[in-house]
T-cell receptor
């Protein structure tokens, strides 16, 4: 089955700096890769996703890149703000919304 | 995106008792799931809640411990039965909709004493 690894497990950056979180997956059949932000006491929130027919997607300060050949994808957050502090999870799935497998998570701290 | 609500938002229960968690969605959705998130951990799929038929459980989860109902396309319940302290977790329902994106509810924080 699918296995998703995520690095780093914790990340601290200064406000205004960029943050990058990387995930690798094992199943070449996976073709949908979402990223979730989970704030303390809340459920995971979908913040951006990418499908395997696209190499990069951007939404304001966040972007996701996908390298299908190497089976890895990354979340990029620019101009970080204290409100970006949260746990971020990557996941891999197929087009049909089945078999979501989540990474172990990255705790991001943005220091003012 | 779909709006998902869960009840209760949190509860403290005694061991040996059962708790039923409700999940309500504001749209009709085919795929609905239940997850467990242990403290500081990632999300683990418990089961797929199938409308009109028995839920499909993942390895390590059984119907006697986690019975699930799905009476229609907008509602589901998860019961945590005969609870022990090891069941203390966040329980999340989710839906996959409309273009196979998955959305989560706010979670139910369960503490078993």
């Amino acid at each position: 089955g699918e296995n998703v690894e995520q690095h780093p497990s914790t990340l601290s950056v200064q406000e205004g700096d960029s943050a990058v979180i990387k995930c690798t997956y094992s199943d070449s059949a996976s073709n949908y890769f979402p990223w979730y932000k989970q704030e303390l006491g809340k459920g995971p929130q979908l913040i951006i996703d990418i499908r395997s027919n696209v190499g990069e997607k951007k939404d304001q300060r966040i972007a996701v890149t996908l390298n299908k050949t190497a089976k890895h994808f990354s979340l990029h957050i620019t101009e970080t703000q204290p409100e970006d502090s949260a746990v971020y999870f990557c996941a891999a799935s197929n087009y049909y919304g089945q078999n979501f497998v989540f990474g172990p998570g990255t705790r991001l701290s943005v220091l003012p | 995106s779909a709006v998902i609500s869960q009840k209760p938002s949190r509860d403290i229960c005694q061991r040996g008792t059962s708790l039923t968690i409700q999940c309500q969605v504001d749209s009709q959705v085919t795929m609905m799931f239940w997850y467990r998130q242990q403290p500081g951990q990632s999300l683990t799929l418990i089961a797929t809640a199938n409308q009109g038929s028995e839920a499909t459980y993942e390895s390590g989860f059984v119907i006697d411990k986690f019975p699930i109902s799905r009476p229609n396309l907008t509602f589901s319940t998860l019961t945590v039965s005969n609870m022990s302290p090891e069941d203390s977790s966040i329980y999340l329902c989710s839906v996959v909709w409309p273009s196979y994106e998955q959305y989560f509810g706010p979670g139910t924080r369960l503490t078993v004493t």
